[in-house]
């Protein structure tokens, strides 16, 4: 008997904690505000609910940015401004209502100007041919520009204890590199199975540098790096 009392105190235990999970579940809810939305399609009015402190777009998962401008759900603001075919402004509308009319398959809502606190986000609708071979376009002008910048850039390798006429005939390279517009480094290092340069070799070198450099109308653009009589780096470009 008392086995059975206490099995049927257990399922009443049970009984009342689920009970009061269900009542928790159910009244514990934010309350949720109406939020009316207005299609552009039919011009009718519907009202969706949301939870308090949401904020007016749907809580979502929004994937990280693939473009060089925000497109779709990638676009924060829930209030945009179109330009149209003409370039023309139309009044601001929602995004929201924007995204329900557009065919998500061969249109994209692209981001062109993010706005500020005063103007809300200028964007178009494109096909998604156009988009992509404006992406293509500014991907080869990134990559041209990281080409041009290798190979804009010259070097010229002397060695501290270097003999006074083959640093001259070295040094004749500076002023065709810096009329071009290049940048060149000039790095001085201590070759293996050399001598080391004395103090006073040391000098007569920089002091040649320096008025090679300004003889090819050039100048330092930062400081050198690395370490007088080891590895040093000096990096000049042409006067403005």
Same mark, same amino acid.
């Given at each position: ?132 071979? !404006? ?8 990559? /041209?520009?990281?080409?041009?910048? @290798? =190979?804009? #850039?010259?070097?010229? &390798? ?55 450099? !300004? ?8 400081? /050198?790096?690395?370490?007088?009589? @080891? =590895?040093? #780096?000096?990096?000049? &470009?042409?006067?403005?």
């Amino acid at each position: 008997m008392a086995s059975l009392r206490s099995m049927a105190s257990t399922s009443l235990l049970l009984r009342q904690a689920f009970a009061a999970s269900r009542y928790t579940a159910t009244h514990s809810r934010p309350f949720q505000t109406p939020l009316p939305i207005q299609s552009i399609a039919t011009g009718q009015t519907r009202t969706v609910y949301r939870p308090a402190g949401a904020t007016t777009e749907t809580n979502r998962f929004v994937k990280p940015q693939r473009y060089s401008r925000p497109i779709n759900d990638e676009i924060e603001a829930d209030i945009i401004q179109l330009v149209d075919q003409d370039g023309q402004l139309e009044s601001p509308t929602r995004k929201s209502n924007i995204l329900l009319t557009m065919r998500r398959n061969e249109q994209v809502l692209v981001q062109l100007d993010p706005g500020d606190s005063a103007r809300v986000p200028v964007c178009r609708i494109m096909t998604l041919y156009d988009f992509r071979e !404006e992406e293509r376009a500014k991907e080869r002008a990134v990559r /041209m520009a990281k080409h041009l910048a @290798k =190979t804009s #850039t010259k070097q010229i &390798e002397l060695n501290w204890s270097i003999d006074p006429h083959d640093l001259s005939h070295r040094l004749k390279k500076l002023p065709a590199f810096i009329d071009k517009g290049r940048t060149v480094e000039i790095i001085l290092t201590r070759k293996r199975n050399k001598r080391m340069a004395t103090a006073d070799e040391i000098k007569q070198l920089m002091d040649s540098l320096r008025a090679a450099i !300004e003889g090819a109308n050039a100048h330092q653009t930062k400081p /050198m790096e690395g370490e007088v009589g @080891k =590895t040093l #780096t000096i990096t000049v &470009e042409r006067k403005n």
